[in-house]
C-alpha cells in the first residue's frame, strides 16, 4: 500500500508585503514580477471581500426571498510593524496631508518553508486612511508597534 503524501496548510507567519507606485508605467503588477519588501511586518490583517446580496421579495412567493449578486466591498488592509528608524510608512501617509500623496499598488505573498510564494494577492490604488503610532509605557519592554490602514480598489489573487 503506497504511503500518502501530507499536505499541510500554510503557516501565516512568513509574508512579504511590497509596495508600487500607482502613476508608474506598471499600473498593475504582472504576476511573478516581486518588488522590494516595503518592512517587515508583524501583521497583516483584512485580505477580506464581501458581496451582500441583493434581495427581492416576488409578489406570491411567500416562502422565500430571492436573492441576487450586488457589488463587492473591500475591507481595509491593516499592517503592523516594530517601529524602526525607517519612517516611510509615516511619511507615505503624511504625505497625502500635505497634498502631495500618490496612491500605491502593491502585493502581499504568503510564503512556505522554503519561502516559495503560495499565495499572492494584489491591491489597487492603495490609500493610507489611518496611522496610529505605539502605545507607551514605562513599566512595559514590549515592542513598539506603529500600524497602518490602507483603503484599496480591489485586490486580485495570482497564485
Known amino acids: 500500500m503506497p504511503v500518502a503524501t501530507r499536505i499541510d496548510p500554510v ?7 511590497s509596495f508600487v507606485d ?23 490583517t483584512g485580505l477580506e471581500l464581501t458581496m451582500p446580496p441583493e434581495e427581492y421579495k416576488e409578489g406570491g412567493r411567500n416562502g422565500c426571498v430571492l ?3 450586488n457589488r463587492v466591498t473591500w475591507s481595509n488592509l491593516i499592517l503592523k510593524r516594530g517601529i524602526t528608524a525607517d519612517p516611510s510608512l509615516w511619511q507615505w501617509h503624511y504625505a497625502f496631508v500635505q497634498g502631495r500623496g500618490q496612491r500605491r ?3 502581499i505573498v504568503l510564503q512556505d518553508d522554503e519561502r516559495s510564494p503560495i499565495r499572492i494577492w494584489h ?4 490609500l493610507p486612511v489611518k496611522w ?3 502605545a507607551l509605557h514605562g513599566s512595559q519592554n514590549s515592542v513598539a508597534i506603529e500600524t497602518l490602514e490602507i483603503a484599496h480598489e480591489g485586490l486580485q489573487l495570482d497564485q
Open 132 to 134: 496610529t503610532g505605539p
Open 11 to 17: 503557516l501565516s507567519h512568513n509574508f512579504l508585503i
Open 22 to 44: 500607482s502613476s508608474s508605467i506598471l499600473t498593475e503588477i504582472p504576476a511573478g514580477i516581486t518588488t522590494q519588501p516595503a518592512a517587515g511586518f508583524s501583521e497583516c
Open 123 to 126: 491591491f489597487r490604488r492603495g
Open 105 to 107: 499598488d502593491g502585493m
Open 67 to 69: 436573492k441576487f449578486p
